[in-house]
């Protein structure tokens, strides 16, 4: 979807890898937002950053819930030294790129996917099938 | 995850509602409900005050567009209270400064109500 900004890990960097299984609803969102967090955390981005992470994480989920079938949301969090990757499974939803759309008016469509994509410094959808596929989102420090 | 509600009237056909805390998926349906009872009573000058909210997400800025709309449709408008830079970004990058009255205090929020 939108591009990157460079500063991205390199094929060699060896990643550390966090995987997180929610329930599908609404009160599980805020461990998702905790959880990116405190894995952010560990790098050095700044506390707007980390806000910026958290909100991204919480459309993400919201997005699935509203949008999957699915009983769970699975997300890996993958950290480089420079960077954090966040892969959400959307097994069964409508694609990204047809909710995806600048908020005009008073028109809410849209919304927290076009609030991903100006928050992070990446974002990609992989498709499988005719509906869902992964929703991949990239922050690196101090892009 | 907390979300504080307090509604209160100020003498001036208008009402303050008073959010603190977290608004996201699971607590907005609580905000929108304080926000449509007193649009169902008829009061449609509200002023949303934000000062308290750590946080908010889309499903939150729908339910301040959602209530927005409704006052409009009577005449009526909702002015934000909003000091926080994190929360008043997210206003900015999804362009909705230029829908919401967006004020530093309550007084000039009241005052700027149509």
Partial sequence: ??????????????????????????????????????????????????????????????????ASSEDSIEMTFETGSNFL???????????????????????????????IQALMDEVEHTAEGET???????????A | MDIKVNVRETGSDAYVVELGGEIDVYTSPKVKDAITELIDQGHYNLVISLEKVRYIDSTGLGVLIGGLKRVREHGGSVN????????????????????????DDEQTAQKALV
């Fill in chain 1, 1 to 66: 979807m939108s591009g990157p900004s460079g500063g991205v890990a390199t094929e060699n960097e060896s990643l550390e890898t966090v995987e997180l299984r929610i329930p599908s609803k609404p009160e599980w969102v805020a461990v998702a937002r905790l959880t990116i967090a405190a894995i952010a955390n560990r790098l050095p981005f700044s506390v707007e950053d980390i806000e910026d992470l958290k909100l991204a994480m919480a459309e993400a989920c919201t997005y699935v819930i509203a």
């Fill in chain 1, 132 to 142: 869902g596929g992964e929703l991949i989102m990239t922050k690196c420090v101090g």
């Fill in chain 1, 85 to 115: 990757r966040i892969r959400v499974r959307d097994r069964g939803a409508v694609r990204p790129e047809k909710a995806i759309q600048r908020p005009a008016g008073v028109s809410t469509e849209g919304l927290g996917i076009f609030l």
């Fill in chain 2, 80 to 103: 934000l209270v909003c000091t926080n830079p994190q929360i008043r970004k997210i206003f900015d990058i999804t362009g909705l400064v230029k829908i919401f009255g967006i004020f």
